[in-house]
């Protein structure tokens, strides 16, 4: 689905240059559920940011679903993204002015679909991150699991091919981050490709793949192993902080 050849990119400050990502190689594939874990700075963000075309690049070739994107003009991969992705954020970026069913409900107004059909479509997203019963409701009378759960809404509203989340957890207890976390597996195994940046490397065994990025580069890439995986799922479920220590461990030797 994603193909990195060598890409670049930097950020020119007053004095200095600051190499964000550094002549990075990597293949995503269709179906895959991708975590990428690494230090603050290692360019993560940066990483999700170019994935999903919200940023562009210095160098080096990048293709997605066979579009050559270093090569698009901005309205060109504003359209792709428009078709294909499906971003949350670790703050949320919900429009405080607006109902929770009016943020969903947005990105469908830009694809220009019927307002019943809209209605539909809300309704069953709405239940599927059990938030019907505060549709109503701005954004800033939610507590921050509701607003992670209106916002991955949004980002799911349009049933994208590709689904990019910084830190969707990062705000989150333990609870809502379960909770988020299972949404996420869920929608990976109903099709959606996924990349997503976490700092939590018990989440990882959500996914199928994890790699590790430092000053720019990918260090390590490994799949997440199947058993490693139904074993652990259980366990977490469980939620004493002395297995999820335990799964921490297995999880780091297993999957780097
Ligand atoms: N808009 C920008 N202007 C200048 N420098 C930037 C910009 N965005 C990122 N950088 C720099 O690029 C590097 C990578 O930043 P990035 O935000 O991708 O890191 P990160 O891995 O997401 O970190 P964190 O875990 O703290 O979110 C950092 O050194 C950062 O200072
Ligand atoms: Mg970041």
Same mark, same amino acid.
């Given at each position: 689905?994603?193909?990195?050849?060598?890409i670049?990119r930097?950020f020119?400050?007053d004095?200095?240059e600051?190499v964000?990502?550094d002549?990075?190689?990597?293949?995503?594939?269709?179906?895959e559920?991708?975590s990428?874990?690494?230090p603050?700075g290692?360019?993560?963000s940066?990483?999700?940011?170019?994935?999903?075309?919200?940023d562009?690049i210095?160098?080096g070739e990048?293709s997605?679903?066979?579009?050559?994107v270093?090569k698009?003009?901005?309205?060109q991969?504003?359209r792709l993204?428009?078709?294909?992705?499906?971003?949350?954020?670790?703050n949320f970026?919900l429009?405080d002015e607006?109902?929770?069913e009016?943020?969903i409900?947005l990105?469908?107004?830009?694809h220009n679909v019927?307002?019943?059909?809209?209605?539909?479509?809300v309704?069953?997203?709405?239940?599927?991150?059990?938030?019907?019963?505060?549709?109503?409701h701005l954004?800033?009378k939610?507590s921050?699991?509701?607003q #992670?759960? %209106?916002?991955i809404?949004?980002a799911? !509203?349009?049933n994208p091919d590709?689904?990019?989340a910084?830190?969707?957890t =990062?705000?989150?207890?333990?609870?809502?981050?379960?909770?988020?976390?299972?949404?996420?597996q869920?929608l990976n195994q109903e099709?959606?490709t996924i990349?997503m940046?976490?700092?939590a490397?018990e989440?990882?065994?959500?996914?199928t793949?994890?790699?590790e990025?430092?000053?720019g580069?990918?260090v390590n890439?490994?799949l997440?192993?199947?058993?490693l995986?139904?074993?652990?799922? #259980?366990i %977490?479920d469980?939620g004493?902080?002395e !297995?999820?220590?335990?799964i921490?461990?297995?999880a780091e030797v297993t999957? =780097?």
């Amino acid at each position: 689905m994603i193909k990195f050849n060598q890409i670049s990119r930097s950020f020119i400050g007053d004095e200095v240059e600051t190499v964000a990502i550094d002549q990075m190689n990597l293949t995503i594939n269709e179906g895959e559920f991708l975590s990428i874990l690494g230090p603050s700075g290692c360019c993560k963000s940066t990483l999700l940011n170019v994935l999903g075309m919200l940023d562009s690049i210095d160098s080096g070739e990048f293709s997605f679903l066979e579009n050559p994107v270093d090569k698009y003009s901005e309205q060109q991969r504003a359209r792709l993204r428009k078709q294909h992705i499906g971003f949350i954020f670790q703050n949320f970026n919900l429009i405080d002015e607006l109902t929770v069913e009016q943020n969903i409900e947005l990105p469908l107004y830009y694809h220009n679909v019927a307002k019943a059909e809209r209605k539909r479509l809300v309704d069953a997203v709405l239940k599927r991150v059990d938030i019907s019963h505060r549709r109503k409701h701005l954004p800033a009378k939610l507590s921050g699991g509701q607003q #992670q759960r %209106v916002a991955i809404a949004r980002a799911i !509203v349009t049933n994208p091919d590709l689904i990019l989340a910084d830190e969707p957890t =990062g705000n989150l207890d333990s609870k809502n981050s379960t909770q988020v976390m299972e949404l996420l597996q869920q929608l990976n195994q109903e099709g959606a490709t996924i990349v997503m940046v976490t700092h939590a490397p018990e989440h990882i065994i959500y996914g199928t793949r994890v790699i590790e990025l430092l000053d720019g580069k990918v260090v390590n890439d490994q799949l997440v192993k199947e058993k490693l995986n139904d074993k652990t799922s #259980q366990i %977490v479920d469980a939620g004493s902080t002395e !297995v999820v220590n335990t799964i921490k461990a297995v999880a780091e030797v297993t999957c =780097g």
